[in-house]
């Protein structure tokens, strides 16, 4: 059989490869380019880049969405653009053993990742030369049941400079046979980016210890297999790809309802429809829309794929609300 292929098929097989390659990295808005919940954030949890939560312990942050300017020099210079943002972090760590600020992404199903290899890859540079930031993993076995507490490993310590640099971690992660998983099927495998660490980190973090200043992060990765040879193993996704994993675990639905009510107390529903979530989704009020003649109304009913939306007029007469948004939340 010849071995021999035209350029046409040449050409498609690159750009099979290129689409493949797109779905080798496990992380999610790598890139930092979805902000659904907003710009900024001082506060732990999730409260601004999609999928990266914050924990802050005895210790002050500034979150804020960064963007590349084009034509500037980055990381993104002479590669394949996918998006433009970055993430920027000022901390001033505490003193206190257990303070620490730290950068987190909760990888869904622990199991499909145990006892294999995967190289993180990363682009990063700081206020000052000399800071220092480590990258570690957590097991998270998740929730419901008894399942083990989440343990932590192969943390490394990475040395930042004012222009920004390419680093690499090498991790093999161990297998789950001594853990329990918990019976909600929300296990993860978990990497933190710890900035500032009191002297119970030391182990973990290679002895980053406790800083103040500012680092700034791009173009994260985490591939399977020592990568390391790569130039940069990133491989970007269509833009509203990105947004289409990230709204699994987090999105905002807008409702609205209208009908004309002949008394007080009656009541009228509205189906809502969302891409399917992890999870039965946490809903919070965005934004109230407009309202009219109602004396109550509610979220009810939720699951990860829909929902309904109820109101009850207060007095006889056109009853509405028409541009309520939530935002459903459904992190691990």
Known sequence: MSKAFDLSQAGRGRGITADLGAYRNKIINGDFDIWQRGSSQTLDGYHSVDRWGFIISG??????????????????????????????????????????????????????????????????????????????????????????????FAGKKHTMARTWQKFTHVVDVPAIDDLILGTNYDNSLQLNFIFSGGSSYDALTEGVGVQSGTIEIARVSLVEGDVTAEDDPFSPRHIQQELALCQRYYQRVQANVRFISTASGQFAHNSLNWPEMQATPTATLISAGSTSNINNNVLDNPSPYGGRITITSAAAGDAFIIGRVYGLDAEL
Not at 85 to 103: H, L
Not at 106 to 115: F, I
């Open 59 to 152: 210790s002050t942050m500034t979150v804020l969405q960064g963007k590349f300017l084009p034509g500037g020099s980055d990381p993104h210079e002479g590669k394949p653009l996918g998006g433009l943002g970055y993430v920027s972090v000022t901390f001033a760590g505490g003193a206190v053993s257990g303070d620490v600020v730290t950068a987190y992404q909760r990888v869904e199903g622990l199991r499909a990742y145990a006892g294999r290899r995967f190289t993180l890859s990363f682009w990063a540079r700081a206020s000052l030369s000399g800071l220092k930031m480590a990258s570690a993993f957590y097991r998270v076995p998740g929730t419901g049941g008894t399942p083990s507490p989440s343990a932590s």
